[in-house]
């Protein structure tokens, strides 16, 4: 990837960043898709700091102290040796922030973004992952949420990340289970087992390529199989209550599969797409409701924008 983000003398820069759901099943921490949820910043050169939120959880993305976005700004331009000028932000945000929706790596390419704008700073895609990959962790997020599509990605190097977009055939409907509880990243982590067993491990490549195939191809009656995870959902599942309780919710209810989305603890469910939204929307919440659980169903499906897509500058 060479394609470097616009930069000019403009005052103002915009950039639209999607939602990402990450690991897929058994592709964990290697593919992740890009989500029709967006976060929406438009930055302007200002005499001091200031923020404007609307949207989901506008509490958290209106505060200026510690905020995400403005910290990556600052330490890009801080480690690249330029001044960072103070920035007027407006955020319209739809993504679910700590719940595995992909939060913190838009929220940090957002802030690589304007440091790249306003810093003038010849960066490509491959940097711009890199960076956003460095501080997540891990790519799979950063790529999805820059690249749009489905994404498999892993880092080259410290700064270089290694990315490839795959635009799936035909329509994936879906539903976000979203719940009330958020999960850090880091707890999920850690109930991870060091080492794995050689079966699970082949079990989980042998999928990995069949999810592959299935959105390549257009083929949802491989999703039920193709989905089947034997290296984190099964360790995650105390953490992230609602995944065992829609793993068991398939066909005929309209459902292909669900997936932990991230590291939870929301659920992806891919919908046949055939089937009516609304009677499975119905569905999942009586099957929520009579396990005693409940969570917020947001209708979405794969985008193909993506960060490096939608990046404008404006001269007022």
């Known amino acids: 990837m060479t394609k470097k983000l616009l930069s000019s003398s403009a005052r103002s820069f915009e950039i639209i960043l999607p939602a990402t759901s990450?690991?897929?099943?058994?592709?964990?921490?290697?593919?992740?898709?890009?989500?029709?949820?967006?976060l929406k910043v438009r930055a302007t050169a200002s005499?001091?700091?200031?923020?404007?939120?609307?949207?989901?959880?506008?509490?958290?993305?209106?505060?200026?102290?510690?905020?995400l976005i403005l910290i990556t700004y600052r330490e890009v331009l801080q480690s690249a040796g330029k001044v960072a000028k103070p920035l007027s932000l407006r955020i319209s945000n739809d993504i679910p922030i700590g719940k595995g929706c992909g939060s913190s790596a838009a929220a940090r390419l957002a802030g690589i973004a304007l440091a790249v704008h306003f810093?003038?700073?010849?960066?490509?895609?491959?940097?711009?992952?890199?960076?956003?990959?460095?501080?997540?962790?891990h790519a799979d997020n950063a790529a999805a949420c820059w690249l749009g599509g489905m994404t498999i990605a892993r880092m080259a190097n410290d700064s270089e990340a290694q990315a490839v977009r795959i635009d799936p055939k035909g329509k994936w409907p879906m539903l976000l289970a979203v719940p009330d509880q958020s999960l850090a990243t880091e707890k999920a982590?850690?109930?991870?087992?060091?080492?794995?067993?050689?079966?699970?491990?082949?079990?989980?490549?042998?999928?990995?390529m069949f999810l592959l195939a299935a959105l390549i191809q257009g083929r949802p009656d491989l999703m039920p199989a193709a989905l089947e995870d034997r290296m984190h959902q099964?360790?995650?599942?105390?953490?992230?209550?609602?995944?065992?309780v829609l793993s068991g919710m398939q066909r005929p209810h309209g459902i292909l599969g669900v997936a932990l989305s991230g590291a939870g603890p929301s659920v992806l469910i891919f919908v046949a797409p055939k089937a009516s939204l609304t009677q499975v929307r119905e569905k999942v919440q009586k099957h929520l409701h009579d396990a005693g659980l409940s969570a917020e169903l947001i209708s979405t499906t794969i985008t193909e924008r993506g960060g490096s897509s939608s990046s404008r500058s404006f001269r007022s």
């Open 234 to 244: 099964p360790y995650r599942a105390g953490l992230c209550p609602l995944l065992p």
């Open 22 to 38: 990450a690991n897929l099943g058994p592709a964990f921490d290697t593919a992740a898709l890009a989500l029709k949820l967006f």
């Open 189 to 208: 982590r850690q109930v991870l087992p060091a080492q794995y067993s050689r079966e699970d491990a082949v079990t989980n490549i042998q999928n990995s």
């Open 119 to 137: 810093g003038k700073l010849s960066w490509t895609d491959s940097r711009i992952i890199g960076e956003a990959s460095f501080r997540e962790h």
């Open 47 to 67: 005499a001091d700091y200031s923020i404007h939120a609307t949207g989901r959880d506008e509490d958290i993305c209106g505060r200026v102290e510690n905020h």
